[in-house]
């Protein structure tokens, strides 16, 4: 299979992290408040991408690193049961966590201990040529050196591979400058607003103008969330927005990473682009309605199909 990629089987390349997500009454800053509920579950925004993707039936593995204890095995059985090809190597050291605090209104409150991904950049990296996948999703991680593999390996692939790119917080606060050569490779760009605007040092104010310039560089796609307000994706030549389908939300961690992999699955199935937005933004709806990044089951809709 080597050199020969499949028309639609992705990497995730990002941090790996055991969510633990607390229901909090209120915030509070040096003060005390109820803890309402607990809830552990898998996360890292790649790893989220990929575990739906592979629900949906594309074939997906993730690449990265887990520490030698007890979240590094939960997360890895986590990603097995689901079908997740492990591409994994376990270091000595904790497996990176986020704790996460989630009130009444579904606002959240995130502290990331990266542990052992802090470490990425000592493991050997797949050879760029010869890769057995044809798409690599890529998201943000935590520290300077990390970062800097991480991308010199991403501008590293051959032009036959595809790249998504969700940079998050973390990579958006980088600015255009330092992001610019791998947006010119990339084919599918994953923001929220706050990111988009970013990138660019609020020197933009209009999403259109933003999205402009993305596509200048040479990105094929703009997918950005917009809350409450919904969605949109970008071909270059029209904008497509869509509604939230949310009917409640619970808990809004992972939505992103799943609305990425709707698009993603669109995309692999040469959906139309209209139809690549809905279906991101309906998975986006049914993870904000429950704890944690992931659903126990995922169904298409036979009109994707």
Not at 34 to 46: I, N, Q, T
Not at 77 to 94: D, H, M, N, Q, T
Not at 152 to 169: A, M, Q, T, Y
Not at 170 to 192: A, D, H, I, Q
Request: with cysteine; hydrophobic share 40%.
């Amino acid at each position: 299979m080597a050199g020969q990629p499949s028309s639609d089987n992705v990497l995730g390349l990002g941090a790996l992290n055991v969510d633990y997500i607390f229901s909090v009454e209120r915030f509070v800053i040096d003060g005390e408040t109820e803890v309402l509920g607990f809830y552990k579950s898998p996360g890292g925004s790649a790893a989220n991408t990929i575990t739906i993707l592979r629900q949906l039936g594309i074939p997906a593995g993730c690449f990265g690193v887990l520490g030698n204890d007890e979240d590094g095995e939960y997360l890895k059985k986590s990603l097995a049961s689901k079908g997740v090809e492990l591409r994994i190597k376990r270091l000595e050291g904790p497996t990176g966590r986020a704790f996460i605090f989630v009130d009444k209104k579904a606002r959240r409150s995130i502290y990331v201990m990266p542990g052992v991904n802090l470490r990425l950049e000592e493991i050997e990296y797949p050879s760029p040529h010869g890769l057995d996948f044809s798409w690599i999703h890529a998201s943000s991680l935590i520290g300077e050196r990390a970062f800097g593999k991480q991308f010199d390996w991403l501008l590293s692939l051959p032009e036959e591979i595809k790249i998504s790119f969700s940079p998050g917080n973390l990579y958006s606060r980088y600015g255009l400058k330092t992001l610019e050569p791998l947006l010119k490779k990339t084919y599918v760009l994953f923001l929220n607003r706050d990111e988009l605007f970013m990138l660019w040092r609020q020197k933009i104010k209009k999403i259109d103008i933003a999205l402009k310039r993305l596509h200048s560089l040479g990105v094929r796609f703009v997918a950005v969330t917009l809350g409450k307000k919904g969605a949109l994706l970008s071909d270059g030549k029209k904008i497509y927005r869509a509604p939230s389908m949310a009917e409640k939300v619970i808990d809004t961690t992972g939505a992103g990473d799943a609305f990425s992999a709707g698009v993603l699955y669109g995309l692999i199935k040469n959906l139309k682009p209209k139809e690549c937005l809905r279906l991101g933004s309906l998975l986006a709806g049914k993870v904000v309605g429950v704890w944690g990044s992931q659903l126990n089951q995922v169904h298409i809709p036979s009109i994707f199909q």
